[in-house]
Nanobody, 119 residues
Framework: VQLQASGGGLVQAGGSLRLSCAAS????????MGWYRQAPGKQRELVAS??????NYADSVKGRFTVSRDDAKNTVALQMNSLKPEDTAVYYC???????????????WGQGTLVTVSS
């Protein structure tokens, strides 16, 4: 199973982007779904995650970003509003689950999509 992320691009500060991530097949026993990002010279950090009905956001994006999931479709999305230059990074989607159903739960990662916010 592979994750395919899309929706990145270049946007001016204050603008919006929506990232989407879809799995190529079914992932079972899904725990969390979410998005991480890695800016040049920095470590990968959690942006937002959703576990069941509970969401968790990095302090830097609270009130601006919204994460959503569709378990039936194995998709996770990130709506990003009021973007800032410091949001510039490669964004990676992540799903914790298993395939096949009886396999141990592991992390699945998308290939990364670049978001560039100009000032």
């Amino acid at each position: 199973v592979q994750l395919q992320a899309s929706g990145g691009g270049l946007v001016q500060a204050g603008g919006s982007l929506r990232l989407s991530c879809a799995a190529s097949g079914s992932i079972f026993n899904i725990n969390a779904m979410g998005w991480y990002r890695q800016a040049p010279g920095k470590q990968r950090e959690l942006v937002a995650s959703i576990t069941g009905g509970n969401t968790n956001y990095a302090d830097s994006v609270k009130g601006r970003f919204t994460v959503s999931r569709d378990d039936a479709k194995n998709t996770v999305a990130l709506q990003m509003n009021s973007l800032k230059p410091e949001d510039t990074a490669v964004y990676y989607c992540n799903i914790e689950g298993s395939w096949p159903r009886w396999a141990p739960i592991r992390d699945y990662w998308g290939q990364g999509t670049l978001v560039t916010v100009s000032s």
